[in-house]
């Protein structure tokens, strides 16, 4: 079946712009992550819903950076007044309920460069 | 909280020959480890991961991860790689709850023929 889908794969803005990231998750996974990646390093958390609501969005840098899922399936990331350091890989990840036994599957993610 | 340090930024190795990744993880308590592979402009995918039971994990791919407590090592390790074992390994921990993975900072495994 189709996996986590990720649009656009690769955004270039500038200084200031506000741009939109959208993820399609696996059909009928409840839970959604969020994480960024910087240039040789590790994902980073950002945000995780299960269903409609950000169950746990601790690992969002500042008040730039917002995330929804209003109907519980695709989810958009936001971020307003971009900056040159919001450069990075924006992936999405889904599973089926969040826990440790179910496997978060991940898309191929946004490569977002601000100039 | 917890972190993961992935010792080695890069290992080159020779096709056929045998290979370990290191991981190494601090947290206040018990966690679950999880490994992934990334290759080039692809997501990522989960290799293996321990929750509990025997420590011994085996994975895709014939790769395989020891759980060490006290050590607080989770090693990945294959005993014959290829190249298409070529790209970017992942350690991860879990945050005890099941919503959030912290990622070390990857391993780049270069197979040379």
């Known amino acids: 079946g189709a996996g986590v889908s990720q649009t656009p794969s690769n955004k270039v803005t500038e200084k200031g712009k506000y741009v939109e990231l959208r993820c399609d998750p696996i059909s009928g996974h409840t839970a959604l992550y969020w994480y960024r990646q910087s240039l040789g390093q590790g994902p980073e958390f950002l945000i995780y819903?299960?269903?409609?609501?950000?169950?746990?969005d601790s690992g969002l840098p500042n008040d730039r950076f917002f995330a929804v899922r209003p109907e519980g399936s695709v989810s958009t990331l936001k971020i307003q007044r971009t900056e040159r350091g919001d450069s990075a890989v924006y992936l999405c990840a889904s599973s089926f309920l969040a826990g440790d036994s179910y496997e978060q599957y991940f898309g191929p993610g946004t490569r977002l460069t601000v100039t | 909280a917890q972190s993961v340090t992935q010792l080695d930024s890069q290992v080159p190795v020779f096709e056929e020959a045998p290979v370990e990744l290191r991981c190494n993880y601090s947290s206040s308590v018990s966690v679950y480890l999880f490994w992934y592979v990334q290759y080039p402009n692809q997501g990522l995918q989960l290799l293996l991961k321990?929750?509990?039971?025997?420590?011994l994990v085996k994975g895709i791919n014939g790769f395989e991860a020891e759980f060490n407590k006290s050590q607080t090592s989770f090693h990945l390790r294959k005993p014959s790689v290829h190249i298409s074992d070529t790209a970017e390994y992942f350690c991860a921990v879990d945050n005890n709850a099941g919503n959030m993975l912290t990622f070390g900072g990857g391993t780049r495994l270069m197979v040379k023929p």
């Open positions: 321990y929750l509990s039971g025997s420590t």
């Open positions: 819903f299960q269903g409609t609501g950000a169950a746990d």
